[in-house]
T-cell receptor, first 114, second 115 residues
Framework: AQTVTQSQPEMSVQEAETVTLSCTYD???????LFWYKQPPSRQMILVIR??????QNATENRFSVNFQKAAKSFSLKISDSQLGDAAMYFC???????????FGTGTRLQVFP | EPEVTQTPSHQVTQMGQEVILRCVPI?????FYWYRQILGQKVEFLVS????????KSEIFDDQFSVERPDGSNFTLKIRSTKLEDSAMYFC?????????????FGPGTRLTVL
């Protein structure tokens, strides 16, 4: 069975600085997708960024980028120029190419200090 | 921007009672999901639903649970006889298609408390 591990329950960053959130996963599959979701306080989860396992190029979305290391089964999220609005719970998730479900990690709570 | 909505935001019930959690997915989406998160634990998949039938379900989704799309807009999760361990945040999600790269759009959740 696939698993997703987020080893950092909490992280903090100064506004305008860069922070990296870690995620590792375990799978025997070769075709899958990885996601980072953000959940602001009392709000729904929204997709931040996604990565297809077959793509070697790391995904980027504005200030958000990933470091996808397929052999190491690592999928970290880098947030550049952190803003106060980035404060949230961040979930890493895995989805098999042939399955419906997302498999989530336990989440990392990010605090952003002015 | 369209959003998934869920009602109620908080439901308190007595053990053994039936509860129905309601969701309104985004209007042109075809796939619907329920997840739950017990306090302090991971978000867990319960069930996916397409074309008026269950597409995939987890081992958590036993005979106590059922899902329904009673009309063109609502998607419901019913728990027939609630247990204390059903206390959790329940999230509904929808997506426009089944392809794995498709984003699942989540609702804000319903917090279910079973006393």
């Amino acid at each position: 069975a696939q698993t997703v591990t987020q080893s950092q329950p909490e992280m903090s960053v100064q506004e305008a600085e860069t922070v990296t959130l870690s995620c590792t996963y375990d799978t025997s599959e070769s075709d899958y997708y990885l996601f980072w979701y953000k959940q602001p306080p009392s709000r729904q989860m929204i997709l931040v960024i996604r990565q297809e396992a077959y793509k070697q190029q790391n995904a980027t979305e504005n200030r958000f980028s990933v470091n996808f290391q397929k052999a190491a089964k690592s999928f970290s999220l880098k947030i550049s120029d952190s803003q106060l609005g980035d404060a949230a719970m961040y979930f890493c998730a895995y989805r098999s190419a042939d399955a419906d479900k997302l498999i989530f990690g336990t989440g990392t709570r990010l605090q952003v200090f002015p | 921007e369209p959003e998934v909505t869920q009602t109620p935001s908080h439901q308190v019930t007595q053990m053994g009672q039936e509860v129905i959690l309601r969701c309104v997915p985004i209007s042109n989406h075809l796939y619907f999901y329920w997840y739950r998160q017990i306090l302090g634990q991971k978000v867990e998949f319960l069930v996916s639903f397409y074309n008026n039938e269950i597409s995939e379900k987890s081992e958590i989704f036993d005979d106590q649970f059922s899902v329904e799309r009673p009309d063109g807009s609502n998607f419901t999760l019913k728990i027939r006889s609630t247990k204390l361990e059903d206390s959790a945040m329940y999230f509904c999600a929808s997506s426009p298609g089944i392809a794995s790269y498709n984003e699942q759009f989540f609702g804000p959740g319903t917090r279910l408390t079973v006393l």
